[in-house]
């Protein structure tokens, strides 16, 4: 799923998510209609999807191009299985690389978090 903070403010969340809490208010210092702004993601998505059958190569470059977790060490959650490695980037294939004890590895589901 998606989540997007839209009209409100940072300052209003709770004291312990506000150091990870992000606003398009607070980014723009804008309001949003909520119906123009999910119209205009998808649109966005279906042009990236659109790029995904037309020149996969160049969509999964410039995922890892902007792979905010590069060089971050993550924890990957796959059931009960636990993976955490040092995050490489994005995969030629869309997937996420872990540096892990055991090699590099692809990841291509799971629950991530930092550490």
């Known amino acids: 799923g998606v989540g997007i903070n839209t009209n409100n403010r940072a300052a209003d969340a709770p004291a312990e998510l506000r150091p990870f809490v992000a606003t398009l208010l ?5 309001r949003y209609e909520p119906t ?11 042009a990236r999807l659109s790029q995904s059958a037309t020149a996969p190569d160049r969509l999964v470059a410039e995922a890892d191009a902007m792979c905010l977790q590069r060089g971050k060490v993550l924890t990957v959650r ?14 030629c294939d869309g997937s996420l690389m872990l540096q892990t004890p055991r090699g590099t590895q692809s990841i291509r589901s799971g629950t991530v978090s930092r550490g």
């Open 78 to 91: 796959q059931g009960e299985r636990t993976i955490t490695g040092l995050c490489l980037g994005i995969g």
């Open 36 to 46: 123009e702004l999910l119209v205009g993601i998808l649109q966005r998505m279906e």
């Open 26 to 30: 607070d980014l723009t210092g804008r």
